[in-house]
């Protein structure tokens, strides 16, 4: 009886143990079914990422292919410059170079320069170059003024009103009114010694009297002196 109760409980225990193995097998059959059947998502296959990377790459390419504005090459506007220059007529250069030298030396006025450089008997250039001269020059017209007017107050012992009539003159130094009147206003000059030294000229040189040589000093065709003037240096005659 023991002994058939041992071969039982031994049957029971295969049963059991091959019931067992079966479930297990079929339950990783299973599992590797079910692995198998979800599919592998990566990022390259998700939607939403390639998407939004399309998406970059074409806000990318606007930005790309936005024009860069060109720098401007350093030196660019000095040859402009200097090919304007080399376009510019010798003879226009030339008629401007003795534009200032009349001008630096000389201290012409502007009307005085432009009618040297045209005259046959000045320096014979073409309307068209004197006048790119007079244009191009760079010269304070009034202190050219005010130089001439020391030449004529210190060497020639002018009065005022002689030294402007004598700026203004087209027959004399063709400066602007407001050119000439800069000057004399502006100039250190002792009249009273002027119309001294004048009448001390006139007394030696032409042997004038006293009176004549007050009314010389007065006349406005003559030296324009005022009346306080002209008796100061007939009173300081020896």
């Known amino acids: 009886m023991n002994r058939k109760n041992r071969l039982l409980a031994l049957l029971a225990a295969l049963v059991l143990s091959a019931g067992i193995m079966g479930c297990t097998g079929s339950t990783e059959d299973d599992s590797e079914s079910t692995i198998r059947d979800i599919p592998s998502i990566t990022p390259e296959s998700n939607p939403k990422d390639v998407e939004e990377d399309e998406s970059g790459k074409g ?3 606007e930005e790309d292919s936005e024009p860069e504005e060109e720098a401007e090459e350093p030196g660019s506007e000095n040859e402009d410059t200097t090919e304007d220059e080399d376009n510019i007529p010798t003879e226009y250069k030339s008629a ?3 534009a200032m030298s009349y001008s630096k030396n000389m201290h012409m006025s502007k009307s005085a320069i432009y009618d040297q450089l045209v005259s046959e008997y000045g320096e014979k250039f073409s309307e068209d170059a004197a006048q790119y001269a007079m244009e191009n020059i760079e010269v304070d017209w009034k202190e050219n ?3 001439k007017a020391e030449s004529y107050g210190k060497n020639m012992h002018m ?3 002689g030294v402007y009539d004598q700026l203004v ?3 004399g130094e063709g400066f602007t009114e407001e050119e000439a009147s800069y000057a004399v206003d502006n100039l250190d000059a002792d009249w009273k010694e002027n119309a001294l030294k004048k009448a001390e000229s006139y007394q030696e040189s032409m042997s ?3 009176a004549a040589i007050y009314d010389q000093l007065i006349s ?7 009346e306080e003037e002209a008796q100061y ?3 300081n005659l020896k």
């Open 59 to 61: 806000s990318k390419g």
């Open 96 to 98: 401007l170079k003795k």
């Open 145 to 147: 003024a005010l130089a």
């Open 159 to 161: 009065s005022k009103e």
């Open 169 to 171: 003159s087209e027959y």
């Open 208 to 210: 004038m009297s006293p």
């Open 220 to 226: 406005e065709y003559g030296e324009k002196f005022t």
């Open 233 to 235: 240096a007939i009173d």
